[in-house]
């Protein structure tokens, strides 16, 4: 088993900056890629960014510029820097791995538990 623990999330104005953080910690052989996804109230759960093993990432067109996502693979954690903040940025943000629990085992997905991030005035 695996889990997703978030933090860093609260309360900014418009164009302030957050980071998130998400550490993945249990049964972890290796990690295929972890990503942020984001939910507001009356939407679905959608990708905001990922970032895979070998440091690709992408991102949806809404965040382009203003967010970056980043790994530290010696301690399973993943980060968002977000920047130049709007109010539809305002979400709860989860974090999202794909985890392989032993070298024969198969992948596995994970979620976090959330962390909300409010953009207002």
């Known amino acids: 088993q695996v889990v997703l623990v978030e933090s860093g999330g609260g309360l900014v104005q418009p164009g302030g900056s957050l980071t998130l953080s998400c550490a993945a910690s249990?049964?972890?052989?290796?990690?295929?890629?972890m990503a942020w996804y984001r939910q507001s109230p009356g939407n679905q759960r959608a990708l905001v960014a990922r970032?895979?093993?070998?440091?690709?990432?992408n991102y949806t067109d809404a965040v382009k510029g203003r967010f970056t996502i980043s790994r530290d693979n010696a301690k399973n954690t993943v980060f968002l820097q977000m920047n130049s903040l709007k109010l539809e940025d305002t979400a709860v943000y989860y974090c999202?791995?794909?985890?392989?629990?032993?070298?024969?085992?198969?992948?596995?997905?994970?979620w976090g538990q959330g962390t909300q991030v409010t953009v207002s005035s």
């Open positions: 970032i895979f093993s070998g440091g690709g990432t």
């Open positions: 249990g049964s972890i052989f290796s990690i295929d890629s």
């Open positions: 999202f791995a794909v985890v392989r629990g032993s070298p024969l085992a198969p992948l596995g997905s994970y």
